[in-house]
């Protein structure tokens, strides 16, 4: 967190930091008040990222209450599902009858081998289902 970062550089490192639009965050200037400095820069500093880590809930609240108003409305997101087509079923069979590769199965219907897999363990389940009903 950048807390930590910048007490890791003004207190082990000793390095002065100069804010260019934040004077009051500038380690340099209040260098002869015997301490104060530190405290001055921290409370500033715990302020300012108090503030930072605020809006960042606000926006992600905003943002879980847009995504859920779209739900509602209807609205999918993700990329489009690819569907199990009569080009699938039929490289799948010559595969499962071992007349093609898998390789080749994948070729066939454009599809990288996770994706193969997936769309052969849901062709079966919805096979099993079939046979069930």
């Known amino acids: 967190m950048i807390l930590d970062e910048w007490q890791e550089l003004i207190k082990e490192k000793k390095i002065d930091i100069v804010v260019l639009d934040m004077p009051l965050l500038n ?4 260098k002869d008040l015997n301490g ?3 405290l001055i820069s921290d409370l500033i500093l715990q302020l300012l990222s108090y503030m930072a880590e605020d809006e960042r809930k606000r926006i992600r609240e905003r943002q879980k209450e847009g995504i859920t108003i779209a739900l509602q409305k209807g609205v999918k997101f993700g990329r489009k ?3 199990i087509d009569d080009n699938f079923k039929e490289s799948y069979q010559e595969w499962k009858n ?3 590769t898998a390789v080749e199965a994948m070729r066939r219907v454009g599809m ?3 994706t193969f897999y997936r769309r052969v363990k849901e062709y079966e389940y919805s096979l099993e289902k079939s046979k069930l009903s």
């Open 27 to 30: 380690t340099m200037k209040y």
């Open 36 to 38: 104060i400095e530190i």
């Open 81 to 83: 599902k690819v569907e």
């Open 98 to 100: 071992h007349k093609i």
């Open 112 to 114: 990288k081998s996770n």
